[in-house]
């Protein structure tokens, strides 16, 4: 029987289903903010899994959570002292993101290390795992739609506009002058970073990029060499592997 994954991130809460093969079947997803029983009972009635490997940033819905599915057998909250694989050279393990530990687990499988992943969501992350293959750290930047938000309500003549590759630096009306702001700039910022975490890590890590505007951002970096839009769900299923029994 396979097991349920889910990822609880800040925006949206995603369901798959998997087995020790790899990911069966991406379910469903919910709006995080819209997460209670009754919309779970919704969502996940009728599937059968046998376990839940959950991998959570938002404490408030996690409890909903696991208290919604500990019925229904296992509930493992992913977190540091879970079996990943992975060694920790990181001071103060417990303030590691669930979301950033399912990220290492996956990359290290699926692309070997040293590796540094880019997750482009809410807040975009970029988590550093060297050759051991350990956790090492990283960045937390704003996420490319926070500040697009930011600048709709925080402004009281700027839209906010949907993010899309600009047809030219210099726009020729507010909304593509917006968006070559976020874009182009967003890049340069993804550059810089990369550039840094490079030039303090041993070896020549290899670049995974995934979450939401993953594709939009590596468009434009030649360093990001590969787009997984499935790498946090596969962490989530390895790290299943490892604690459901």
Not at 22 to 29: M, P, Q, V
Not at 31 to 40: C, F, N, Q
Not at 168 to 182: L, Y
Request: net charge negative.
């Amino acid at each position: 029987m396979p097991w349920l994954l889910i990822d609880n991130s800040n925006t949206r809460t995603k369901f798959a289903l998997a087995d020790a093969t790899g990911i069966l079947e991406t379910r469903a997803w919910l709006p995080t903010p819209d997460i209670t029983p009754e919309a779970l009972a919704a969502t996940l009635g009728g599937l059968d899994f046998h376990g839940t490997l959950l991998c959570s940033v938002v404490p408030e819905k996690a409890r909903i959570l696991r208290d919604h599915l500990a019925a229904r057998g296992p509930v493992h909250p992913l977190n540091y002292q879970s079996d990943t694989g992975l060694a920790i050279d990181y001071p103060h393990p417990a303030q590691i993101g669930a979301d950033r530990l399912a990220n290492a687990i996956g990359v290290a499988a699926r692309y070997g290390a040293p590796a540094i992943v880019i997750d482009f969501g809410t807040a975009v992350t970029f988590d550093v795992v060297s050759a051991g293959p350990a956790y090492c750290g990283g960045v937390i930047a704003p996420g490319l739609g926070a500040m697009q938000d930011y600048l709709g309500k925080r402004t009281a003549l700027l839209p906010r506009i949907e993010i899309d590759e600009p047809r030219a630096a210099i726009g020729k009306s507010t909304v593509e002058a917006m968006q070559a702001g976020a874009v182009y700039g967003y890049r340069g910022l993804v550059r810089e970073i990369i550039s840094r975490l490079r030039a303090e890590m041993d070896g020549d890590p290899v670049i995974v990029a995934t979450g939401g505007d993953a594709a939009l951002i590596a468009r434009g970096l030649p360093a990001i060499q590969h787009v997984d839009p499935d790498l946090t769900l596969e962490g989530i299923r390895l790290a299943a592997l490892r604690n459901l029994h």
